[in-house]
T-cell receptor
Framework: DAGVIQSPRHEVTEMGQEVTLRCKPI?????LFWYRQTMMRGLELLIY????????DSGMPEDRFSAKMPNASFSTLKIQPSEPRDSAVYFC????????????FGSGTRLTVV | AQSVAQPEDQVNVAEGNPLTVKCTYS??????LFWYVQYPNRGLQFLLK??????LVKGSYGFEAEFNKSQTSFHLKKPSALVSDSALYFC??????????FGTGTQLKVEL
């Protein structure tokens, strides 16, 4: 198994531009999570899906952020328009049956907004 | 609300000595507890978890953790530290649901 795959690994964009981060979960996993890691705030859960349906998006910082999961194999996190304070490492994680079997994280996308 | 506290930003230990990284938690309901490790510019790697049963949980790379319900703690331990264990360690918890909440992380530095 290739694990959770995130792309791109690094993204540098200018303020105001749209950014799309991508995630391919482990096949057969029914939960998908998006986290953001910053020095100031640590690891924050942004949103999670169960069977492609968003369950909790209370961590999404503002309307500029949106996430979708059109099928069991793919999810996107979009920021439009991006701002310098969005600079962070964004992690995707997937799980089979949630907390029962634990969570597998991708390698992350390092986003820099200049 | 659920939360995790890792009271030490950094732990220094000499190679070959035992190490402990502390974690306390707060949840309503039965806790599911996890330890993850992060190496520079890498994702989080799973070390071990506690769901139920034996309070002493053994995990990857010789790590273990002890669940203590009365003290609401889940400290990470290793009998003999290696320089290669130097990394950032995260404790995490879920209560009644699947939302995983992380602590702030503890930087472990193992020196020769």
């Amino acid at each position: 198994d290739a694990g959770v795959i995130q792309s791109p690994r690094h993204e540098v964009t200018e303020m105001g531009q749209e950014v799309t981060l991508r995630c391919k979960p482990i096949s057969g996993h029914d939960y998908l999570f998006w986290y953001r890691q910053t020095m100031m705030r640590g690891l924050e859960l942004l949103i999670y899906f169960n069977n492609n349906v968003p369950i909790d998006d209370s961590g999404m910082p503002e309307d500029r952020f949106s996430a979708k999961m059109p099928n069991a194999s793919f999810s996107t996190l979009k920021i439009q328009p991006s701002e310098p304070r969005d600079s962070a490492v964004y992690f995707c994680a997937s799980s089979y049956r949630g907390r029962v079997y634990g969570y597998t994280f991708g390698s992350g996308t390092r986003l820099t907004v200049v | 609300a659920q939360s995790v506290a890792q009271p030490e930003d950094q732990v220094n230990v000499a190679e070959g000595n035992p190490l402990t990284v502390k974690c306390t938690y707060s949840v309503s309901g039965n806790p599911y507890l996890f330890w993850y490790v992060q190496y520079p510019n890498r994702g989080l790697q799973f070390l071990l978890k506690y769901i139920t049963g034996d309070n002493l949980v053994k995990g990857s790379y010789g790590f273990e953790a002890e669940f203590n319900k009365s003290q609401t703690s889940f400290h990470l331990k290793k009998p003999s530290a290696l320089v290669s264990d130097s990394a950032l360690y995260f404790c995490a918890v879920t209560g009644g649901g699947n939302k995983l909440t992380f602590g702030t992380g503890t930087q472990l530095k193992v020196e020769l």
